[in-house]
């Protein structure tokens, strides 16, 4: 089963609009991380937003906020006011607590085009 | 403070031939983990470092990789005899040891196999 799943391969927001990019995930750890990258066609992966599952408050910083639902297993991104510098590839990620290292396991990721 | 670096950005080379590349992590970071993108797809994580030590490795794709970090510091990872499927995106990231920090990744070794 996929660990995490991204559903919308692409996405269309108009500029200044706020946009949701949905994420699922599966695990039976009951600790675990979650984070929000953004790939520009650049190529490089900037982080944009950390959730630990036992986080009472959904995270924020800056215009991205997380819905983060635990029951549901979801923690979607949600972008405010939405830029032209925010068209990108967003990748959702998890980091269970009992996998050595941290490793990060990735979804396959939104294209995200905001129009002006 | 300066990110993960890696060196080359783009390396092109003929089938069967072995290729090094490099990563410079944020200096004060003790974890190191590589991942492979191939084009459309999320990162896949590969083999990652505590200080100098491989902690995790069984993720690498093959014998033919493999990955050092001998003082702790800089990293390489090496593909012997490449193959046309290991055209992919190699990516390095660094992370600080405690469980909620980030990996910051560098800008990537995109590797072409003619």
């Known amino acids: 089963a996929q660990k995490i799943t991204q559903t919308q391969p692409g996405m269309f927001v108009q500029e200044k609009e706020a946009v949701t990019l949905d994420c699922t995930y599966d695990t039976s750890d009951p600790s675990y991380g979650l984070f929000w990258y953004k790939q520009p066609s650049s190529g490089e992966m900037i982080f944009l937003i950390y959730?630990?599952?036992?986080?009472?408050q959904n995270a924020t910083e800056g215009r991205y906020s997380l819905n983060f639902q635990k029951a549901r297993k979801s923690a979607n991104l949600v972008i405010s006011a939405s830029q032209l510098g925010d068209s990108a590839m967003y990748f959702c990620a998890m980091r269970e607590n009992n996998n050595a290292g941290n490793m990060l396991t990735f979804g396959g990721g939104t294209r995200l085009m905001v129009k002006p | 403070d300066t990110g993960v670096s890696q060196d080359p950005r783009h390396k092109i080379t003929k089938r069967g031939q072995n290729v090094t590349f490099r990563c410079d992590p944020i200096s004060e970071h003790n974890r190191l983990y590589w991942y492979r993108q191939t084009l459309g797809q999320g990162p896949e994580f590969l083999t990652y470092?505590?200080?100098?030590?491989?902690?995790?490795k069984s993720r690498l794709l093959s014998d033919r990789f493999s990955a050092e970090r001998p003082k702790g510091s800089f990293s390489t990872l090496e593909i012997q005899r490449t193959e046309q499927g290991d055209s992919a995106m190699y990516l390095c990231?660094?992370?600080?040891?405690?469980?909620?920090?980030?990996?910051?990744f560098g800008d990537g070794t995109r590797l072409s196999i003619l």
């Open positions: 990231a660094s992370s600080l040891g405690t469980v909620n920090q980030p990996q910051h």
């Open positions: 959730q630990g599952s036992y986080d009472q």
């Open positions: 470092f505590q200080n100098e030590a491989q902690l995790e």
